[in-house]
């Protein structure tokens, strides 16, 4: 199973300053080529380059397919995104988000085993701006198959042939065998890969319609309150009347008008992301040059450890053991401090002593020692290895009479 769909641009704008963005169009073979048409010239009109991806209707049945034609759309992609960065816009019509799209997004996402460069999925990723469902995304169950199994224009038949409707049975018999066996397995990550999207941080414009019956309700709301449980911002536009991928039809005033605003919304969205980009990378910038300043102190500060080991004329003292030795190696631990004073002439600077007849000396001395305890009367009365020593007259006093005492009993 060759092929699979085909890519191509649109009515690309070759002024690169003209063009606001680009705008993925994703489609299914439910929608026919005037359909897809009709699109290519709105968005052009908005002055958006529009990459169609149209996709075969077994594509959304066999994943192989599905990744070979969303390699080939994201090559053109990148290619045209390395040269001009800009918003990026998805849209998905009716049941393209599982006949190519979902596979698109693994694979930006990382995760597919099948991968491009990772620089790839980042621009990718940072310029994607914004997400458009058009009549989906369709909740692929056993029971659409039939809905899907005919062609568009076999559809459009008004009394279909006997043999129509017989192809029309197998075919849907057929396809109730593969949902039951592979499709059905691949239900869960279809829906995975659409909620993953959120991660991107863009957002999203869901256009539905009360008269829907292959994207109802009850699938919109599903996906929207899970979008947004996510954390994902969702607007949603319904009208009432409009047929499966009728919306621009039936409504052109109205479909161009909402798209116009979302496009614009788009275009903020990019530049804020630009914005985020340039600051995480100025402060990754300033993290890098405070690592290399950390590394530089680093480096200084072993440098110079090894010379103060290395070099005793350095003016820098190790830490010594020796007060830490017990009192049988005192006498080896002082000659060996002996032999450090020896070689250095440096010495360590003496405590610093508090000069008794200073001001805080005066201070601490007259608020913490007495003038007067029992009739000693202290004072100091001189200096002894230049420090102070305190005398008391009442105790040379008392000295003298204990002398006498002593005398007397001799004689």
């Keep these: 199973m060759m092929g699979g769909g085909r890519v191509y641009w649109g009515k690309k704008e070759m002024d690169e300053g003209g063009c606001n963005g680009v705008v993925v169009i994703f489609g299914w073979s439910s929608i026919s080529d005037n359909h897809l048409a009709s699109f290519v010239d709105l968005y052009s009109s908005l002055r958006w380059n529009p990459l169609v991806c149209r996709a075969d209707f077994l594509t959304a049945f066999y994943p192989e397919m599905a990744l070979s034609l969303a390699f080939h759309l994201l090559s053109d992609l990148v290619e045209e995104l390395r040269n001009r960065p800009c918003p990026v816009i998805f849209l998905a019509l009716s049941g393209a988000p599982k006949a190519c ?87 869960s990550e279809y829906w995975q890969a659409l909620y993953s999207s959120v991660e991107i941080g863009a957002p999203y414009l869901i256009l539905c319609s009360d008269d829907d019956e292959l994207a109802p309700h009850q699938v919109i709301s599903s996906f929207t309150h899970q979008l947004q449980e996510l954390g994902g911002e969702v607007k949603v536009v319904k009208w009432k009347n409009s047929p499966h991928a009728g919306h621009y039809k039936h409504n052109p005033i109205q479909y161009r008008a909402v798209i116009s605003n979302f496009l614009e919304k788009a275009i903020s969205v990019h530049l804020q992301k630009i914005r985020q980009l340039g600051e995480r990378a100025h402060t990754h910038d300033e993290i890098s040059e405070l690592i290399c300043d950390l590394q530089k102190v680093a480096v200084n500060s072993n440098q110079s450890l090894r010379r103060v080991a290395t070099g005793p004329s350095d003016h820098f003292f190790l830490p010594s053991s020796a007060p830490y030795q017990s009192n049988n190696n005192s006498d080896a631990s002082s000659s ?45 009365g001189g200096s002894l290895n230049g ?25």
């Design 101 to 187: 799209m979902y596979k698109v997004l693994q694979v930006i996402m990382g995760d597919c085993e099948a991968q491009i460069h990772p620089d790839d999925s980042q621009l990718v990723r940072n310029c994607l701006s914004g997400h458009v469902y058009d009549s989906g995304p369709l909740d692929f169950t056993s029971d659409l198959n039939a809905k899907f199994a005919l062609h568009p224009t076999i559809r459009q038949m008004s009394v279909p042939s006997r043999l129509v409707s017989w192809v029309a049975k197998g075919v849907s018999s057929g396809l109730d065998g593969l949902y039951l066996t592979r499709f059905e397995s691949q239900r």
């Design 387 to 411: 420090q102070p020593y305190a005398t008391s007259s009442s105790r040379k006093t008392s000295n003298i009479g204990f002398k006498k005492r002593i005398l007397r009993s001799r004689l």
């Design 336 to 380: 060996s401090q002996e032999e450090q004073r020896e070689r250095s002439s440096f010495r360590p600077p003496q405590p610093t002593s508090i000069n008794a007849h200073s001001v805080l000396g005066q201070f601490l001395f007259d608020s913490c020692v007495p003038k007067n305890i029992e009739g000693w009367d202290i004072r100091f």
